[in-house]
């Protein structure tokens, strides 16, 4: 049954008041699972629902923010706090920070007095940083505690933490000391110290630390959970691996955006509004508007050889696009090396020279091509010209396509700003100036 | 201390044949950073260091595959048997499939006979697909096993296992039954069947299943690892978290590269072959230099109404341009959302709806922009000529753009090869055609 049909089906047993069929219908579910039919379903007949499931707090945590407002303004006070106070505290914060003030009025009162300070405490973290990432549920192991009496310290926490599979072992003031594993633990013999097996070179990141560096430590050193320390060095909360790899397809998305020539960032693309679309995309448009004309103050330079030579014309596109081409596949293959790490900057100047080598070679292929046709069409002036603008417009395209991405991240600038519509402008508009050069150099101009 | 100076003072510690020093110039440092700086010291050096440090083999899995390589052929036989039996299954099977027939006779008859069978089962999957991905370490339960005789066998099981955090129950046949979580085990009474705490609705994906699909089954259910079955149902591998990751990661990087208009799959962009870099670039290169005579073709066709009106050069390249940015940004927008799965084939005509009334916005704040400077440089007429030109132009990207990416995934192709360069081309060929046809309407031919 697909998930249009079973919210059908949910909506009428709950209009009719009949739960059991209801909560039968999704109990084989997975959480994420129903959250993706609550959506489709009225937020009045969503929360009857919500109220008699079991996980309903976890259910609750997979829908979209925006579901999660709907639902909130809908639910009964007192069901609300207990749900936002079961939820974990990261997905907790991120709805408080969506909430109308009005509605955060209403619930903050309705929170148990630790719940307030956690939300207060997590949402002051600036968007996109690991603090705004973590979760404050996680366990704390001490250095001097046995392994008996670790495990059933983590028995103890193991409803409430996001993960007991991976321990930090802290001191009084809370600075990271070690970590432990869950599979250590259970080898070791009850009576050892956790001191004697914690692994005491622990994997952390900061607070203001961006996202993205959260996820790029938590998958090279393949953790299950990083600590975040604050300026202190004291632990301050988890970003757990399911987390990492949700902001890492974030950030592909970002750059895959940027490299199409669209601001970011815009959510989840069936949901976005046109408002929103128009907005993020018109700056590069208008601004590339701009940039073109360019290559039309170029064409405007060179009249002469052009009405003289209007065959010139007919291979001004073919021309300039190649070299727009070429640097586009020299932009994504830097930006992408640079977002992954596979390429640091100071990487550029040996990439230039290979970069030139397979330039040299894709130009000459393309040069080959393109005469052929220019002989054809005109003759064998034209046909050298056009060879000779084929190599050169190449050779700067891929130039110009690889080191753009390497100014822009050395002005401060995310590379992925060296979009496909940006090289393909600045690439044209030195494509248009090398061709009708070239081309006056070699053809009357009447 | 970077890398490269580590590498030196770790070489100058080998020459003398030093290892104490060398191995506690490592020692804080994780199985990965070694990794990192072996790969930088010469093959007969690194493998006198290796045979030092206790996690040699976990050091060694971590290294790239043609440094593997390297090492093998320089490695007494018995010490390379030794590394490969104790490597994760999956990274063995890689290396395996990357050496030479003459190093694989070598090592085959030196491993014991479950490893030689591990590696030829393994081996035989295809590329990219779950079965090559899986590993082969990984513990079972069985149903009617009281929670204490788990923990025992996940005891026994541990040292050896790529995960014990979520192990699989299985029957006499090898059919998934359940699984259950350590953290499940380790909170229930020790005398309690597995039967009654597993959970029986188990995630899975079938051998021969796309490693993209993998991932996003892992990171959709947010799972530490996932059983892999056959075609009969029996368990035969898992594919773990961390392993998911690096497949996003690999995923997003060729749709990155195919959006850019370069063929996939090169790998780490530094080491690429000047060769491989030419081939994989050319294809496209070149079918475009094809593709763009169509635009040539046109403008041939107008010939006339280009030689009275040489204005229209001018605003050529930043008309074409224009909707061939449009329709980048369109494509990119798709792709990625229908390789995230936020879209998915049906979707498409309700976007096509949405994407018009943006297009149309798009488009009329373009050609107020362009009219006015037409305005400028020309007259009136030219001034309108352009504006019709710009709103036509982009809308005929845009719909091209969006739509491109689903004609290519209808017809089995990825949608990733809805190229910014691709779509380029033929919103540019499209776009001279529409442009020169409205100046010939409007325009005098002289």
Redesign the interface.
């Known amino acids: 049954m697909n998930n249009n049909d079973m919210a059908v089906k949910l909506s009428g047993a709950i209009e009719q008041q009949d739960f059991k069929r209801a909560t039968e219908a999704v109990q084989?579910l997975?959480p994420?699972d129903i959250a993706d039919v609550i959506a489709l379903i009225k937020p009045k007949l969503a929360w009857q629902l919500l109220e008699h499931l079991p996980n309903r707090s976890t259910i609750f945590a997979y829908l979209d923010t925006d579901i999660q407002v709907a639902l909130a303004s809908v639910f009964p006070r007192a069901i609300l706090a207990k749900i936002v106070g079961e939820m974990p505290s990261d997905e907790r914060t991120d709805l408080y920070k969506h909430l109308s003030q009005e509605q955060r009025d209403v619930l903050l009162p309705a929170l148990a007095q630790a719940e307030r300070e956690d939300i207060r405490r997590l949402s002051a973290y600036e968007e996109r940083t690991a603090g705004a990432l973590m979760s404050s549920d996680y366990a704390t192991l001490q250095a001097q505690m046995t392994v008996s009496e670790a495990?059933d310290a983590?028995?103890l926490e193991?409803?409430d933490a996001e993960t007991?599979?991976h321990t930090y072992v802290i001191d009084k003031m809370r600075q990271l000391l070690g970590v432990v594993s869950?599979?250590v633990l259970?080898?070791a013999p009850p009576e050892q110290l956790i001191k004697d097996i914690m692994l005491s070179?622990v994997?952390s990141c900061e607070v203001n630390d961006d996202q993205e560096d959260v996820a790029k430590t938590?998958?090279?050193?393949?953790l299950?959970s990083l600590p975040i320390i604050d300026a202190s060095g004291a632990l301050v909360g988890i970003v757990t691996?399911?987390d990492?790899?949700?902001v890492?397809?974030d950030e592909?998305?970002d750059?895959?955006?940027k490299?199409?020539?669209?601001s970011t960032v815009?959510g989840?693309?069936?949901d976005v509004s046109?408002r929103v679309?128009?907005r993020k995309?018109?700056f590069?448009?208008?601004f590339?508007?701009?940039g073109?004309?360019l290559?039309?103050l170029s064409?405007?330079n060179f009249?002469e050889v052009?009405?003289a030579n209007?065959v010139l014309?007919?291979?001004?596109?073919?021309l300039?696009?190649?070299g727009?081409?070429?640097g586009?596949?020299s932009?994504?293959?830097?930006?992408?090396?640079l977002a992954?790490g596979?390429?640091v900057m100071r990487?550029w100047f040996s990439?230039l020279g290979?970069e030139a080598?397979?330039a040299l070679?894709?130009g000459a292929?393309?040069a080959v091509?393109?005469s052929i046709?220019g002989y054809i069409r005109g003759d064998a002036i034209v046909s050298l010209v056009l060879a000779m603008s084929m190599m050169s417009v190449?050779m700067i395209g891929c130039v110009i396509g690889m080191s753009l991405p390497f100014i822009l991240n050395k002005l401060g600038f995310d590379p992925a700003t060296a979009s496909?519509?940006l090289i393909?402008?600045v690439c044209?508009?030195s494509g248009?100036l090398i061709y009708l050069f070239i081309a006056s150099q070699f053809l009357s101009i009447g």
Chains 1, 2 share one sequence.
């Open positions: 084989a997975r994420i495990l983590l028995r193991a409803p007991i599979y869950l599979r259970i080898l070179s994997i938590i998958a090279r050193y393949d299950i691996h399911d990492a790899m949700d890492a397809s592909a998305t750059d895959f955006h490299s199409g020539g669209v815009i989840r693309l069936k046109v679309l128009y995309r018109v590069w448009l208008v590339l508007v701009f073109n004309l290559s039309g064409i405007a009249e052009i009405a209007l014309v007919f291979f001004l596109p073919l300039v696009d190649s727009g081409n070429a586009s596949q932009a994504t293959l830097m930006v992408r090396a992954t596979d390429v990487d990439l290979r080598i397979v070679m894709l292929t393309m091509a393109i046709i190449v496909a519509p393909t402008s044209d508009a248009v």
